[in-house]
């Protein structure tokens, strides 16, 4: 721990997210202020940058103490399960779900509704790849034949 906090590497890192941090928090918290009437502008700003200040400071001492639960709470196929295991078996489930319904949504569209994302294969792409539909060019009121037969 020691060499951690003497290597100049962690001190560079921690620097520039703590101005990514600040620079970030205070312009989404200008967006957000902006759209406020001008006499509640700056107590909207300084609250904001204020419980943006402890909330940060609240999700570091959270982090810190998930890290601490490494105490084996149960054994699965020979395996230690910790509190800290669960929290991230449950995370990761989660950004599964969640992924998958971010690219289940544009590709189905809502239950019940037809996706505008998608549109349907027309009768003359169905079931065939571009060379199929070059090689045997057809119309629905004729049968296909080979291109050279059908040269347009």
Partial sequence: MMELLADPQAWIAFGTLTALELVLGIVFISILVAKLP???Q???RRIGLFMAMFMR???LLVLSWIIGLVAPLFTVLNQEISG???ILIAGGLF???KSTGEIHQPLEGEE???STAVKPPSPRSSCRSWW???CFRW???SPPSAWWMNWR
Wanted: aromatic share 12%.
């Fill in 38 to 40: 001008k006499e509640q």
């Fill in 84 to 86: 800290r295991d669960l």
């Fill in 112 to 114: 019940g509704h037809a």
């Fill in 57 to 59: 400071i609240g999700l």
């Fill in 42 to 44: 700056a107590m909207a």
């Fill in 132 to 134: 199929w539909t070059w």
């Fill in 139 to 141: 119309t629905p009121s």
């Fill in 95 to 97: 950004l599964i779900w």
